[in-house]
Nanobody, 114 residues
Framework: QVQLVESGGGLVQPGGSLRLSCAAS????????MGWYRQAPGKQRELVAR???????NYADSVKGRFTISRDNEKNTVYLQMNSLNSEDTAVYYC????????WGQGTQVTVSS
């Protein structure tokens, strides 16, 4: 059974940090390029960070230098460290594979506000 369970979101002030986690099951995690996506109100879901099986990473320009994606293949978990958050980072964050999209999890809400 496919499960993607995101956690770690919350309310944070501008300039703050959060670390998101996503526990995956049923998707053969170790062979998947994994990504973090986000969807802001009224906007389409976008891919903000991706990580290959070997650990190579790529980022959207909007988060480059502030976000860091990582993975633990032993725990079938992917992480997103988010620093220097601003209001434009407010969104629901989801993880999923990149080349093959599985059913979406519930996501985790990140709200950046003073």
């Amino acid at each position: 059974q496919v499960q993607l369970v995101e956690s770690g979101g919350g309310l944070v002030q501008p300039g703050g940090s959060l670390r998101l986690s996503c526990a995956a099951s049923g998707i053969m995690f170790r062979i998947r390029i994994m990504g973090w996506y986000r969807q802001a109100p009224g906007k389409q879901r976008e891919l903000v960070a991706r990580i290959s099986v070997s650990g190579n990473t790529n980022y959207a320009d909007s988060v480059k230098g502030r976000f860091t994606i990582s993975r633990d293949n032993e725990k079938n978990t992917v992480y997103l460290q988010m620093n220097s958050l601003n209001s434009e980072d407010t969104a629901v964050y989801y993880c999923n594979a990149v080349a093959q999209i599985f059913p979406w999890g519930q996501g985790t809400q990140v709200t950046v506000s003073s």
